[in-house]
């Protein structure tokens, strides 16, 4: 089910309706995802393979089935059903009671949320999202970066990561009343770049409708907004889910922008160079 065209619908009642035309080896694995839908938001599909005793191929077959991409689809689209359905504590509870953080302690736990996290951007971050993205960037006079909440730190680095590279920026550092104040001077050759990875906000409503009516080209990374917002970017990329993990999403936040940042360079490779040799000369001038 597309959920640019569909809102995110139930996981039981999406199992149920597909129930019937599973293999008898994907209803093991579906109704594992049921039966325990906080863990598989830690599990790996070796992880899940093993506990119903099928394979990595079953587990990523059942995902499609069910209409998801993907693991990283659904796991990213049930963690959004788990933000909204249960409390901040109780997630911190689950986080903790998790089976990695039993089986090699808290510290070795967050280092395998993180591999576990590049795993997922590999399968999660299209390279096509990613050179749209660049080419609605590239083509403005200058890049608004901005992000909500912790996102903001995102928006921080972007800005000047995407300027190392040859890209005019510009960070967006406000919310509410102040924010409003800058959105005045956004002009119609400017783009967006937008950082927020959980639920709809005043803030970012009235980013995107100034957007839209100013004829500004809009780019939102995210990982849990419903349709309706979405729809209102100009384009969006998205991120594996993180709410319920070990590590922030300023983990998968910092690398898409490396990813963007490189693509550039890449794309463009004479402006990368004249940036860095333009930073190089002020670097010198100030040591």
């Known amino acids: 089910m597309d959920e640019k065209s569909s ?3 139930d996981f039981d009642s999406r199992v149920r309706s597909k129930w019937h035309g599973l293999r008898a080896s994907e209803q093991v694995v579906a109704e594992y995802l049921l039966n325990h839908r906080t863990n598989v938001m830690f599990d790996t599909a070796t992880n ?8 990595d191929a079953t587990v990523v077959r059942t995902a499609r089935a069910l209409g998801y991409s993907g693991l990283p689809d659904l796991k990213r689209r ?3 059903e788990i933000t909204r359905a249960v409390d901040p504590v109780s997630r911190l509870e689950a986080t903790l009671e998790s089976s990695s ?3 090699t302690g808290p510290i070795a736990a967050v280092l395998t949320d993180a591999e576990e996290t590049h795993g997922q951007m590999r399968s999660c971050v299209r390279q096509a999202d990613l050179e749209r993205g660049i080419a609605i960037l590239s083509a403005s006079a200058r890049v608004r970066t901005w992000g909500l909440g912790s996102s903001m730190t995102a928006a921080q680095y972007a800005s000047e990561r995407l300027g190392r590279v040859g890209i ?3 960070l967006i550092d406000h919310s509410g009343f102040n924010l409003a104040n800058r959105l005045i001077n956004i002009r119609e050759a400017d783009s967006l770049l937008i950082f927020v990875p959980g639920r709809p906000h005043k803030d970012l409503m009235m980013m995107l409708t100034v957007a839209k009516k100013k004829s500004v080209n809009s780019v939102l990374v995210c990982n849990s907004l419903g349709t309706d917002v979405r729809s209102m970017a100009t384009h969006v990329i998205d991120l594996p889910f993180a709410n319920t993990k070990l590590t922030t999403e300023l983990l998968s936040q910092v690398l898409l922008i490396d990813m963007l940042a490189n693509l550039y360079a890449s794309t463009y490779p004479q402006r990368a160079k004249d940036a860095r040799a333009e930073l190089t000369e002020y670097r010198n001038f100030i040591g």
């Open 168 to 170: 005019s920026t510009d």
């Open 7 to 9: 809102p995110i619908d």
């Open 78 to 80: 049930l963690g959004i």
């Open 48 to 55: 899940i393979a093993e506990a119903t005793r099928t394979s």
């Open 101 to 103: 953080i039993k089986t």
